[in-house]
Every structure is written in C-alpha cells, then in structure tokens.
C-alpha cells in the first residue's frame, strides 16, 4: 500500500548555519498511529514544520496522500491536521467560531454536525458558545484539537500533546486518538513521554541529532532491544552467590534474599531452565520468581545514549 506521508532526503539547515535535519527518510502508514520520539533539540519540531508548510525544507521532498508539499501545496496542506504544541487562537472568538473558521480556511464547506460532533468528543459542546479567553488551559488545548480536525483531515499532527496536560484531558484525548484511528485517520504524535508512546502507537521512530536512528514496530522494538529480569526471592538469605552460580551474571540484594538475573530477551531464554536446576543444585529453595521486560523508556534512553 502506498505510504500516506512519505519523506524522502529531508534537510534542514537554518539560516544560522545549524543544520537540523540531516537527510530524513521516513514513510509512515495509512493509519497507524506513529510516535516520534527524540530527546530536546533533536529536530522533531522542525520536522513537522516543514510537512505543515510553515519552515521551507533545504533539500528532499514529501508527499502528503500523493500531493507534494510544496508543488502541490494547498491540496497537501488539507489532508493534514496539526496540533501544535503553543495555543493559538483567538482569545475574543467562541469555541464554536474558532473552530468552524478553522475548517473554512481549508475550503471545505460548511458542516454544522461535523463540527458538532467534535465538540462532543472532546467535551466541548457546553462551552461552544463561550470565548476561548474564558476557557481553562485544558478546555483550550482541547480546542486546539478541535481546530486541528475541523476540516477532517486524514493525518493529524499532536506535536507534544501531553506537555503540561492533566491525566484527564490525556485519557480523553487517547479516546478521541483512538476512535480517529478507528475512522481511518492517521496519527503521528511527536513526544518525549515516552509512556505516551509505549501506550499508544503502533510504530515508533526515534530521531537525534538530527537523524532518524530507527523505525520499528513497538511490539517488535521491545522484544529486539528489551532486556528481561528474573527475579529470585529466596527461601533463606544467602551471604554470597554460590560458585556453582558464576557462570550466570547474578546480582544479590543486600540482604541476600533475592538474585537478580538480566537477560537479553531475545537470545538468551533457554538459560533460564540451567539456571534454575543450577540454584536447585546449589541448596538454594526459592519461594516466587518474577520476570520484568525492560520498558520503552529504557530501551530510549540507551539508544540515544549510545550516539
Ligand atoms: N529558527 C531556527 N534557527 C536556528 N536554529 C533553530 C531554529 N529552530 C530550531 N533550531 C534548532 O534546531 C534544532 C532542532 O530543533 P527542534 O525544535 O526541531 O527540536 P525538537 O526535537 O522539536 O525539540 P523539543 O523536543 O525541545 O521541541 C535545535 O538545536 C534548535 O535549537
């Protein structure tokens, strides 16, 4: 299937010399929830400036659904819902006037029930006649998403949506994320909450410097680059791992009532069998045993730790 967006080549050096992007190839799937992440700086904004039109790309090119971004760029620019990270609207307007203008700037024509519907969705329906300067700062970021699907766009930006949310509008937003998925859209979220990420996306990018460093699917990412951890509780405290042990890397708690044993999830499960007869052989009685597999967040910080 052809890619919904595509970024082939992509740079992006500022006036001031500093080169942002350093040659982006990325295609993302007709709908899939896709999650950018990257540490400050890394170029994730600049990215999704330059698919919006509003930064000028040095070199490369995108499609948006076929349409060139810039060649082609009105009819590009309409498949695309950006919700940007800053709040821009219009204090004086109403919610109702700000979004329905909104969807006139995209030249779809008018649609009471659709923008009617959003405003439901996103719990905004008894505030559509009030301006937007009297609105907490979550009921105006939610207008921000209100906007940003006003002219049913079929990829939607959210350019950190989380940053400085309450749990409540982020469980809301989720839902709207989910149900828009549901509906055919396609959304790339760009965040470094990267539990964010982990709950909700299908695939994952990860960017520094720059540069994209990897794209897999989440599931697949966890298992390749994850580590796993059996946990031992022991019966009876140990004063030091047996020599019969060494062969494993243990690590035991301070009061020896437990032995930690990390492993790479993707090599290394057969041993866990050789282990356990090991600490059978050693006299050791072990009450419960756990596993944990790394979270996304690890697996991150590692990744961009190594460039
Ligand atoms: N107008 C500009 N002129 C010069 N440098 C810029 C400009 N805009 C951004 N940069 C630089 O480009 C780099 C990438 O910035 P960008 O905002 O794209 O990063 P980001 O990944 O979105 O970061 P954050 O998570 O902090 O929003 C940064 O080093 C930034 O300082």
Redesign the pocket.
């Known amino acids: 299937m052809q890619p919904i967006l595509s970024v082939s080549g992509l740079q992006k050096t ?3 010399g ?1 080169q ?1 992007l350093k040659g982006i190839d990325l295609d993302i799937r007709r709908g899939e929830i896709f999650a950018l992440l ?10 999704i400036n330059i698919i919006c039109g509003v930064v000028n790309p040095s070199a490369g090119t995108i499609t948006a659904d076929g349409h060139d971004i810039i060649s082609d760029y009105r009819a590009a620019r309409k498949k695309i819902g950006l919700v940007p ?1 800053e709040l821009t609207t219009d204090a004086f307007e109403t919610v109702w006037a700000t979004v329905s203008f909104s969807r006139g700037l995209f030249g779809k024509p008018r649609n009471d029930a659709h923008i009617e519907k959003i405003l439901k969705q996103l719990s905004l329906w008894e505030k559509k006649d009030q301006k937007i300067m009297t609105l907490s700062g979550g009921m105006k970021r939610r207008v921000m998403i209100a906007k940003a699907l006003s002219h049913e766009p079929d990829i939607l930006f959210l350019d ?1 949506p989380s940053a400085g949310v309450d749990v409540e509008l982020r469980r809301d937003m989720w839902e709207v994320v989910r149900a828009l998925r549901e509906g055919g859209v396609t959304v790339i979220l ?1 965040t ?1 909450y990267i539990q964010e990420a982990e709950e909700m996306a299908d695939r994952i990018g990860v ?1 520094n410097h ?1 540069e994209i460093i990897l794209v897999e699917e989440k599931a697949a990412l966890m298992k390749k680059l994850g580590k796993k951890q059996l946990t031992l509780q022991l019966h009876d405290p140990i004063a030091a791992v047996p020599d019969q042990l060494s062969g494993f890397p243990l690590e035991r708690t301070e009061d020896g009532q437990t032995l930690v044993y990390t492993f790479d999830s993707s090599k290394e499960q057969a041993n866990i069998a050789e282990l356990l007869k090991r600490v059978d052989e050693a006299g050791i009685t072990v009450t419960d045993l756990q596993t944990r597999q790394s979270s996304l967040e690890e697996i991150f910080v590692d990744l961009v730790r190594r460039k």
């Open positions: 500022y006036a001031s500093f942002a990257g540490p400050n700086g890394a170029g994730k904004s600049t990215l990270q950190e760009t470094h960017i720059g």
